[in-house]
């Protein structure tokens, strides 16, 4: 299947950023900005404020994400939230196993797995991140603990269920540090995760999956590392707390 023929998908990840009037002023701003985008438009915010963007973006082509869940349903987690409270609010995405969960709470290929698969029965699209830290590229091990990351974050996944992931390439060393991948770099990772889709799965779930790139993707760098063959989106940061820097983003995807 012909990259063209995959959905291209642009998604925000606002991280820890934002008050509720601060994100329904971003949503405000983004509307007009994106109403004509040729690809999906993803806003993955935090928990206080997915009710008020889920209500700012209402009618419009914006569809709202979290960025993260538990894999129980309910019970004794402090401080979590389930699957089911997202999508019972009308939350469509979360974005799952950040390298910023990774790295800073304990996150690991098998509690991604769960999360994953938690999601995935209550009926969200999950953003599944993977990446290598720099030591890992220096290593030279990136492409097998990118396929490895890939695989344990979707064991016991249906093929059906695959129908609603999306996965995104984030090099550890490129997030928010200004320093991106190189298109070239971009893709060849991108086209690792792929290959394992279609070892573990086959061609047809490979050539559908939508695989995005992040890692301070932004206004400028946006378009040469989205025309790259097995780059299909973005997962954007920094550049998604600025309306129009994420739009031109989304423009960049729509060609
Ligand atoms: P960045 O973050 O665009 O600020 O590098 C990307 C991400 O962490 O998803």
Not at 138 to 145: R, S
């Amino acid at each position: 299947m012909n990259k063209a023929l995959r959905k291209a998908v642009i998604a925000g990840n606002w991280k820890m950023n934002k008050t509720r009037p601060e994100a329904k002023a971003l949503v405000e701003e983004l509307k007009p900005l994106v109403k004509d985008a040729g690809c999906d438009v993803v806003v993955c915010v935090p928990f206080t404020n997915l009710e008020t963007v889920l209500d700012a973006a209402k009618g419009s082509n914006i569809k709202v994400g979290a960025q993260n869940c538990h894999f129980e349903k309910s019970g004794a987690f402090t401080g979590e939230i389930s699957a089911d409270m997202l999508t019972e609010m009308g939350v469509e995405y979360v974005v799952i196993g950040h390298s910023e969960r990774r790295q800073y709470f304990g996150e690991t290929d098998a509690t991604v797995n769960k999360r994953t698969k938690a999601a995935l029965a209550a009926g969200l699209t999950v953003i599944l991140c993977v990446g290598e830290m720099l030591e890992d590229r220096e290593a030279g091990i990136t492409d097998e603990l990118v396929a490895l990351q890939t695989k344990v974050a979707l064991k016991d996944v249906t093929k059906e269920q695959l129908a609603k992931v999306i996965i995104a390439y984030e090099p550890v060393w490129a997030i928010g540090t200004g320093k991106t991948a190189t298109a070239q770099q971009a893709n060849e990772v991108c086209a690792v995760i792929r290959a394992t889709i279609e070892k573990v799965y086959d061609k047809a779930a490979a050539d559908a999956m939508t695989i995005q790139y992040g890692g301070s993707m932004n206004a400028g760098n946006a378009a040469e590392l989205l025309a790259q063959p097995d780059v299909d989106g973005g997962l954007i940061g920094g550049a998604s707390l600025k309306a129009p820097d994420f739009s031109v983003i989304v423009d960049a995807a729509s060609k």
